[in-house]
């Protein structure tokens, strides 16, 4: 490995351990505190943790990878993410924010449902949190995979000292930081991974000289790749659109709509959540897209089309350069791993030790099992990750549907029906997860394909988990004056700030 580039990366993680100190003693040491930041988050870093968290390793190497085999085509995916994040900004950010602190202060969404449906029963917060922990225990491990892999392919090192490497400077920052350590380093590596995706591309428009240029050579190796509709269908569109879906449930995301400090703030965080994420994106798609002219200009064959960033960093920067550009790639994948193991122990705290283990802990008891929930999930998922021909990547590969289906609807029609029910919302949950499982591992095919290769798994799960709701709310007896009055208060107070 070059000088310059070890220099970089001992930088990198250098920075973000210091991060991690900074918020250890600027953190209040309180459950909400250490499991929120206590709702202060400024909107530039709200934004850029969301998106940070959001994207991981796929941002960097997945979409620029589809993009280099298959071109043009892919920027259906980007349109259908894009949308359901400026929706989820729109939509959910500023009720979800108003809304949890209006019920009794929620600090977890297995918390903010037993609360908003005054659940005496426990039953939302128990499968909620089930979701929670099982799935976000497997989706940290294919982080940690991919730290682990990116440390054996690029660096030198075996797999198993990048898993150690990977997860250890995560776990240390979010053992002592808590969500302000994890927000802020999400910050830093938002920037880092705006700048990679930025520099790379505009390197290799210059060098090509113009666009047209770079269009010559991707049609000498492909005259499909040019085509937005190359090897697509109808149903194909509406399951790379259906991604945007996803967003309105995934936990690790929408924690940070509840803990920016105003709701007045939350229009300044969508636009630069926003504009971060445009830019990211094209980013990405370019990198791949004009990677392959490059590859194809220069002779340059690869194995896997995932590393194209990688090749790129490496082929046309000083080493220093290309060593802060790897640095990007560790940024997303350790973002989404700090967000999820926050989040994941944030519901061990929460929804498990104090729900129903020890309801009258300290603050300070609390802390500290949310400290020790980091690591026991961290170590976890490394053992995970060890064995890397796992089945459980596959169930990762489908956790985004999972979550989208689970939850979206509830939280979409929690916020804005105040006819909803506690076993409306129960049966959401219970229908669009079992839908999205059914379409993964059903025994039966549709026109002669497996039903996930016909239509994106999200798109069934959604739209039964939806009406799941609706049809057992409408059968169940009203909700109780209270919680119609707490859902006026939410109603209001959104009106009034936002």
């Not at 209006?102 to 909620?128: K, Q």
């Not at 990688?310 to 967000?339: D, K, R």
Request: charged residues 10%; proline residues 3%.
């Amino acid at each position: 490995m070059e000088i310059g580039t070890i220099i970089s990366l001992s930088i990198y993680f250098l920075a973000m351990l210091g991060i991690g100190l900074y918020a250890f003693k600027n953190t209040q040491q309180s459950s909400s505190g250490y499991l929120l930041g206590g709702r202060q988050l400024a909107p530039a870093v709200m934004a850029l943790s969301a998106g940070a968290s959001d994207m991981s390793g796929w941002l960097v190497m997945g979409l620029p990878g589809a993009m280099y085999m298959s071109g043009l085509s892919n920027i259906w995916l980007a349109m259908g993410l894009i949308a359901g994040a400026y929706i989820n900004y729109l939509i959910i950010a500023p009720r979800l924010r108003a809304y949890t602190e209006i019920a009794n202060d929620s600090i977890t969404l297995p918390e903010f449902f037993e609360n908003r449906f005054e659940d005496n029963t426990r039953l939302l917060r128990i499968v909620s949190s089930i979701v929670i922990i099982i799935f976000f225990t497997v989706y940290t491990s294919s982080g940690v995979v991919g730290g682990g892999k990116l440390f054996e392919s690029s660096f030198g090192l075996s797999y198993e000292i990048g898993l150690y490497i990977t997860a250890g400077v995560v776990v240390v920052y979010t053992l002592f930081g808590g969500f302000l350590a994890v927000s802020m380093t999400d910050f830093v590596q938002g920037c880092i991974m705006f700048i990679a995706l930025v520099l790379v591309p505009v390197v290799i428009l210059i060098e090509f000289g113009s666009y047209s240029a770079i269009s010559e050579s991707i049609e000498v190796a492909s005259t499909n790749h040019m085509d937005w509709l190359a090897g697509t269908t109808g149903l194909g569109i509406i399951s790379a659109i259906s991604w945007g879906f996803g967003y309105f449930g995934q936990p690790h995301i929408i924690v940070r709509f509840m803990a920016i400090r105003s709701l007045k703030e939350m229009k300044i965080a969508r636009r630069i959540g926003m504009t971060w994420m445009l830019v990211a994106l094209f980013g990405a798609m370019a990198t791949g897209f004009f990677g392959l002219a490059y590859a194809t200009k220069n002779g340059i064959q690869l194995d896997d089309p995932e590393t194209i960033f990688i090749v790129l960093s490496q082929l046309l920067f000083h080493p220093l350069i290309g060593g802060f550009l790897l640095a990007a790639i560790l940024a997303a994948i350790m973002s989404t791993i700090s967000s999820q193991l926050l989040v994941t122990s944030s519901s061990l705290t929460e929804d498990v030790y104090k729900a129903f283990i020890k309801k009258d802990a300290t603050d300070a008891q609390l802390v500290l099992m949310g400290r020790i929930c980091v690591v026991v999930v961290a170590l976890i998922a490394i053992a995970m990750a060890h064995d890397r021909e796992s089945s459980i990547l596959d169930i990762v590969a489908n956790a985004w549907a999972g979550f989208g289906a689970a939850f979206g609807p509830l939280i979409i029609m929690g916020l804005y029906w105040n006819r909803m029910t506690i076993y409306g919302a129960l049966s959401g949950i219970l229908v669009g997860a079992a839908t999205v499982l059914v379409w993964i591992y059903a025994p039966f095919t549709i026109n002669g394909s497996e039903p996930s290769h016909f239509i994106y798994e999200i798109v069934p799960g959604f739209l039964l988990s939806m009406i799941a709701i609706v049809a057992v709310s409408l059968l169940d007896n009203e909700p109780s004056d209270s919680i119609k009055t707490m859902f006026d208060q939410m109603t209001r107070r959104v009106r009034e700030e936002c």
